[in-house]
């Protein structure tokens, strides 16, 4: 079974520093989607960035970017220049490719406060 | 794009009647929809997947009965709370996946039983 862990339950930074939240999973499979999703505190889940795990290249998002080692299987998202409106649960979630109704496999979460 | 909308966003409600909340993918078709309820401060728990025209799948410990869920188009799938009680109080949350495989999610609906 495919696990994810977020091993930050909480964290928090200054407005305009960067940020690095940690996630990692386990797998058999070889090709597989990652994805961080934010939850802010109005409870919408925002998707924030995906990366399809046949891609070597890290996906990028304006202020978002991954760090992707698939060998190590850990799929950490970095926010720079932190502004107040990325205060939100962010989720890591992992999914199998292929068509039809694979289902997400969540972490448990990462509080993010960003401090004025 | 991919825009996923849920309705009711609040209902209260008296034990013992039935709720119905519906999904909906306002400019993509989801062939697949899933339907999750959130306790506060934890993760999503996912309760059952819908697929168009054909039976939902529901997860170990949701009763089917109970969570009546129809996914009559491609871009609607509805959940409705059977006969609700206090502890089916929660948060429902939708999502509707895309061709690219990518989960939307809808903005959630707050369901109080009293």
């Known amino acids: 079974a495919q696990t994810v862990t977020q091993s930050q339950p909480e964290m928090s930074v200054q407005e305009a520093e960067t940020v690095t939240l940690s996630c990692t999973y386990d797998?058999?499979?070889?090709?597989?989607?990652l994805f961080w999703y934010k939850q802010p505190p109005s409870r919408q889940m925002i998707l924030v960035i995906r990366?399809?795990?046949?891609?070597?290249q890290n996906a990028t998002e304006n202020r978002f970017s991954v760090n992707f080692q698939k060998a190590a299987k850990s799929f950490s998202l970095k926010i720079s220049d932190s502004q107040l409106g990325d205060a939100a649960m962010y989720f890591c979630?992992?999914?199998?490719?292929?068509?039809?109704?694979?289902?997400?496999?969540f972490g448990k979460g990462t509080k993010l406060s960003v401090i004025p | 794009g991919a825009v996923v909308s849920q309705h009711p966003s609040w209902v209260i409600c008296k034990s013992g009647t039935s709720v119905k909340i519906e999904c909906r993918s306002l400019?993509?078709?989801?062939?697949?929809m899933f339907w999750y309820r959130q306790f506060p401060k934890q993760s999503l728990m996912l309760m059952a997947t819908?697929?168009?025209?054909?039976?939902?799948?529901?997860e170990q410990g949701v009763e089917k009965d109970k969570f009546l869920i129809n996914h009559a188009s491609l871009t609607l799938s509805t959940l409705t709370v059977t006969s609700a009680h206090p502890e089916d109080s929660s948060f429902y949350i939708c999502?509707?996946?895309?061709?690219?495989?990518?989960?939307?999610f809808g903005p959630g609906t707050r369901l109080l039983v009293l």
């Open positions: 999502s509707a996946q895309d061709r690219a495989e990518t989960q939307y």
């Open positions: 797998t058999s499979e070889s090709d597989y989607y």
């Open positions: 990366q399809e795990a046949y891609k070597q």
């Open positions: 979630a992992y999914r199998i490719v292929g068509a039809g109704s694979y289902q997400l496999t």
């Open positions: 400019d993509f078709q989801a062939t697949t």
């Open positions: 819908s697929n168009e025209g054909s039976k939902a799948t529901y």
